[in-house]
């Protein structure tokens, strides 16, 4: 008995459809096959959920950039390019206060074995022998389960970068 989804993808592809949608389809069948010698499932509601929460990212990202550029000084700026033509001196623009820093202090110390484990945990190359990759920023299985999200992984990133500038000064 014949599948109605393989009835519906041999219609489209002896069809007369875009040779692209073909080709996308094609590819999306060899990995759907791949995944099911393997035993693996496909779970279209985990794919949406996925992009559901990548939009809610990016709604997120939309609202700190809005922030951020209310916090910025107005600068008149053919005001500062013609006084810093005139005295010789390099423009400079006023910085951008900030909020969260408010001990002075920008790196952070970390000790050795924190260092290598935020490292191993970031790398692609260490998450992959566990069967773990980034897709879109986040860190996720082979079922597209969530091990990580984006602002988890960013946040471990940015905790390593502190830390690196901490060790520049």
């Known amino acids: ?33 791949e995944r099911e010698k393997h035993g693996g499932r496909i779970y279209v509601r985990t794919y949406v959920s996925l992009l559901e929460e990548q939009v809610r990212d990016y709604e997120e990202q939309l609202r700190i950039l809005k922030k951020l550029f209310m916090r910025i000084t107005p600068v008149e700026i053919d005001k500062l390019i013609t006084e810093a033509f005139l005295d010789g001196t390099q423009l400079t623009l006023p910085p951008i206060s900030n909020e969260s820093s408010n001990d002075g202090h920008n790196g952070i110390s970390l000790s050795e074995p924190a260092r290598r484990a935020l490292e191993k945990i970031t790398s692609e190359t260490h998450l992959k022998r566990f069967r773990l990759s980034l897709y879109k920023g986040r860190v996720v299985n082979e079922m597209m389960r969530k091990f990580l999200d984006k602002e988890e992984y960013q946040s471990l990133l940015n905790i390593l970068a502190m830390e690196g500038s901490n060790l520049e000064t």
Do not use: P, T
């Open 1 to 33: 008995m014949v599948k109605e989804s393989e009835k519906f993808y041999h219609s489209i592809i002896v069809g007369d459809y875009d040779s692209r949608l073909k080709r996308s389809l094609e590819s999306i069948k060899e990995v759907c096959d």
